[in-house]
């Protein structure tokens, strides 16, 4: 069965800080990886996208992914956090059958 | 902005009681999801459609949830007798065929069976 791994349920790093979320997925393929964020009372904005091509993927506000095959693994990246940033981020795969496979988020706090 | 639009944004049903959310996914997107997420950020996918047709749907065999895609009209998902435990956000996500499986979801409908 498909799983995705986020081992890290919390996070706090101080503005202005380097950020990595991780997320480890399970499939013997390349599946499409996806990262969400989700802000509170809010549903699921999608950060960036990853199925093929360069390991690392550009998203929306600065944040990229770098996929590894070798150590299945998309672990989400941002150079410099802003207090705005703090929420709850999701990693996700699917394996072309449509469903969402997500992990239980980790959620980021940044310190102002 | 979500072009996927949810309604209502929350409702609050005593255990028995029928509850039920609408769904209106983005303009040109024929496949749609419901999504149910837990206060330990779980999710568990419970159906999804492409035009009014069930692609894929977990075993409902309580039967409490149905949902339906008509054509013209909001998507819906329905839960006939409310229990605690259905105490949920619930997402609906719609996508492009062929999109690399992007799901842009709604802001949710928050349930609380009291």
């Known amino acids: 069965a498909q799983s995705v791994t986020q081992p890290d349920a919390r996070v706090t790093v101080s503005e202005g800080a380097s950020l990595q979320l991780r997320c480890k997925y399970s499939y013997s393929g390349t599946p499409y990886l996806f990262w969400y964020v989700q802000y509170p009372r809010q549903g699921l904005q999608l950060l960036l996208k990853y199925y093929s091509g360069d390991p690392v993927v550009q998203g929306v506000n600065g944040f990229e992914a770098e996929f590894s095959k070798s150590n299945s693994s998309f672990h989400l990246r941002k150079a410099s956090v802003h207090w705005s940033d703090s929420a709850v981020y999701f990693c996700a795969q699917s394996n072309m059958g449509y469903k969402l496979t997500f992990g239980t988020g980790t959620s980021l706090l940044v310190d102002p | 902005n979500s072009k996927v639009i949810q309604t209502p944004r929350y409702l609050v049903k005593g255990q028995g009681q029928k509850a039920k959310m609408r769904c209106i996914p983005e303009?040109?997107?024929?496949?749609v999801f419901w999504y149910q997420q837990n206060k330990n950020n779980e999710f568990k996918f419970l159906i999804n459609?492409?035009?009014?047709?069930?692609?894929?749907q977990i075993d409902m065999t309580e039967k409490r949830f149905s949902a339906e895609c008509p054509s013209n009209s909001p998507c819906s998902l329905e839960i006939q007798s409310s229990e605690a435990g259905d105490s949920a956000l619930y997402l609906c996500?719609?996508?492009?065929?062929?999109?690399?499986?992007?799901?842009?979801f709604g802001e949710g409908s928050r349930l609380i069976v009291v």
């Open positions: 303009k040109g997107h024929p496949v």
């Open positions: 459609f492409q035009n009014q047709e069930v692609l894929q």
């Open positions: 996500a719609s996508s492009q065929q062929n999109s690399g499986n992007t799901l842009y």
